[in-house]
């Protein structure tokens, strides 16, 4: 499975993104998917996740009612719509991808995983 995040950028606080993930290898039907963030001398942590069939979500609580993950699995891509964004969402963010056996069930954990996109958000 190979994984690839854009979208990234420059914003002002109060501005919005929207990070796109373009997965391939596998029919996305079948991966649940994530999107984590790390901050130079930080470690990696999780913003959101969607189960495979989409039904679900799950945010970490500093982007609740923010941000919102989605899937569009007929163009094998998953979104990150990024709202209200502030100085310490900046971050490299990642998306990553597991391939599930049930499609209903959250995962946090993954085992593929795309390169960054930096999202720099300035007061």
């Known amino acids: 499975v190979q994984l690839q995040a854009s979208g990234g950028g420059l914003v002002q606080a109060g501005g919005s993104l929207r990070l796109s993930c373009a997965v391939s290898g596998r029919a996305l039907s079948e991966l649940a998917l994530g999107w984590f963030r790390q901050a130079p001398g930080t470690l990696r942590e999780f913003v959101a996740a969607i189960t495979a069939s989409g039904s679900s979500t799950r945010y970490q609580d500093a982007v609740k009612g923010r941000f919102t993950i989605s899937r569009d699995n007929a163009k094998n891509t998953v979104y990150l719509q990024m709202n209200n964004l502030k100085v310490e969402d900046t971050s490299i963010y990642y998306c990553?991808?597991?391939?599930?056996?049930?499609?209903?069930?959250?995962?946090?954990?993954?085992?593929?995983w795309g390169q960054g996109t930096q999202v720099t958000v300035s007061s």
């Open positions: 990553a991808g597991r391939k599930v056996v049930l499609p209903h069930v959250l995962v946090t954990d993954f085992d593929n």
